[in-house]
């Protein structure tokens, strides 16, 4: 079993930044794919960005350029850098893991196992 907390989230301007944290507990974290999805109000949850087992990483095109996934193995938390936030960004953001891709990652939520509780950011215009 694996469980996975985030934090970071919060209320920011547009044009700001946050940085979203989710740690995970298990002594394998390196062996997954790590993906970011979001759900805003009255929508449908949305990738948003995933890193592989290797560190390759994948992202939606409307954060390419601005958002930034990363992963510390030894920390066991993988970490979406969001810069340039816009008012649709708003949404809540969900981490998850796919423990079972070799390589490569998904964008398909079916495809995660574990998932966290989520966290909300707002961005203001």
């Known amino acids: 079993q694996v469980q996975l907390v985030e934090s970071g989230g919060g209320l920011v301007q547009a044009g700001g930044s946050l940085r979203l944290s989710c740690a995970a507990s298990?002594?394998?974290?390196?062996?997954?794919?790590m993906g970011w999805f979001r759900q805003a109000p009255g929508k449908e949850r949305e990738f948003v960005a995933a890193?592989?087992?290797?560190?390759?990483?994948y992202y939606t095109d409307s954060v390419k350029g601005r958002f930034t996934i990363s992963r510390d193995n030894a920390k066991n938390t993988v970490y979406l850098q969001m810069n340039s936030l816009k008012p649709e960004d708003t949404a809540v953001y969900y981490c998850?893991?796919?423990?079972?891709?070799?390589?490569?990652?998904?964008?398909?939520?079916?495809?995660?196992?574990?998932w966290g509780q989520g966290t909300q950011v707002t961005v203001s215009s």
């Open positions: 998850a893991a796919d423990p079972n891709r070799l390589r490569g990652i998904s964008p398909n939520d079916r495809e995660y196992d574990y």
């Open positions: 890193i592989s087992r290797r560190g390759t990483t």
């Open positions: 298990g002594r394998t974290f390196s062996n997954y794919a």
